[in-house]
């Protein structure tokens, strides 16, 4: 029964640090479907995740710091979308420079408002989003072998932003398959000419795109701040947006896939934890320190192309300029 119950907890753990990594993939998707590459997702989420714990700190609500949040995002994502759509800047170093300016502004900012080094105060429980019991989980863990206890230790027991990470990837399919706007967002990644040609904007329908994917990074960030932790601390992404970057490339700019690869890099960040102190038969005690650095490892091997051969939309990274 102590492996079912390890299976449970890492289960767990694999789907609580996941999340983030959901919301940013599913935000990386949206952007490069329309052509538009997004190094930024790190600094929008950092950023975000700043935004969150300081608002909830002072305001005493963290649905206020999710507005936040998300409003910080959505700002960096039209500052990308400027640089890179309207003046055709090179999108790499636009979400480079993302990234920079969060790294740099959310430390200042924290030191000038809060002076505990770059950090904010610890939020108390009525500032965060708290995980909660779904009705008779407690009764069927109890009652009800393998499927009770996989309800009351997996499926119960979150946030409202874990299940709202899992209803963005359900969305996000049904936009980009299922809609008009899906169809002309994947249409213009691919041939931006023959959407400009019908009378459709390429740069309105770009800028939406990024904004949508500054308004998912912005959950991210604040599922940092405030449901995971409760604080924000300097540097807390941790390269989790290049992490989720990869997750879409895995995943072949596919929700489905992406999620998959998402849970397979919590899989291994939730590794870290459950290994701590535990004998391999042959090997013994590893250290920690390589099941932290496995998401990493994975991230450039993906990265790199050694695993399938992903396809990109043909338009990504490209500036468009229209035909005379």
């Known amino acids: 029964m102590e492996w079912f119950n390890w299976i449970l907890s890492s289960a ?12 940013a993939a599913m ?57 890179s759509i309207t003046q055709k800047g090179d999108q790499i170093i636009s979400g480079l420079a993302v ?19 770059g950090q904010t105060p610890t939020l108390h429980n009525d500032q965060r989003f708290l995980p909660g019991e779904f ?6 863990g109890d009652t009800i072998p393998v499927l009770g206890p996989l309800y009351k230790e997996v499926i119960s027991g979150h946030n409202i932003l874990v299940y709202l990470a899992f209803i963005a990837v359900i969305i996000t399919w049904w936009v980009l398959f299922r ?12 041939e931006p000419n023959a959407i400009d ?52 490339i895995f995943g072949k700019w596919q929700p489905r896939n992406a999620l998959l690869a998402c849970l397979l890099f919590g899989f291994l960040s939730a590794l870290e934890t459950r290994m701590q102190g535990v004998s391999i038969p042959l090997i013994g005690v590893l250290p920690t320190q390589l099941f932290s650095a496995l998401p990493y490892v994975l991230t450039v091997v993906l990265l790199a ?14 500036p468009y300029e229209k035909e005379r």
């Open 12 to 23: 767990d753990s694999t789907i609580r640090l996941a999340i983030p990594l959901i919301f």
């Open 27 to 83: 935000a990386g998707i949206f952007s490069e479907r329309a052509g538009v590459v997004d190094i930024g997702l790190e600094g929008k989420m950092l950023f975000a995740a700043f935004a969150a714990a300081a608002v909830s700190y002072v305001t005493g609500n963290p649905w206020l710091g999710l507005l936040a949040a998300i409003a910080g995002s959505m700002m960096l994502a039209l500052v990308h979308g400027y640089a």
């Open 99 to 117: 990234n920079f300016f969060a790294s740099g502004m959310t430390i200042t900012l924290g030191h000038a408002w809060f002076q505990r080094g």
């Open 135 to 140: 009705s008779g989980a407690e009764w069927l």
């Open 179 to 190: 809609t008009r706007f899906g169809l002309r967002l994947r249409a213009v990644g691919e």
């Open 197 to 248: 040609t019908a009378g459709i904007s390429v740069v309105w329908l770009r800028y939406r795109a990024v904004l949508i994917a500054g308004l998912l990074c912005g959950l991210a960030g604040a599922y940092l701040s405030t449901a995971q932790n409760a604080a924000f601390g300097k540097e807390m992404t941790a390269g989790q947006g290049y992490i989720a970057l990869a997750a879409v």
């Open 305 to 318: 192309g050694f695993i399938g051969k992903a396809v990109a939309p043909k338009a990504i990274g490209r």
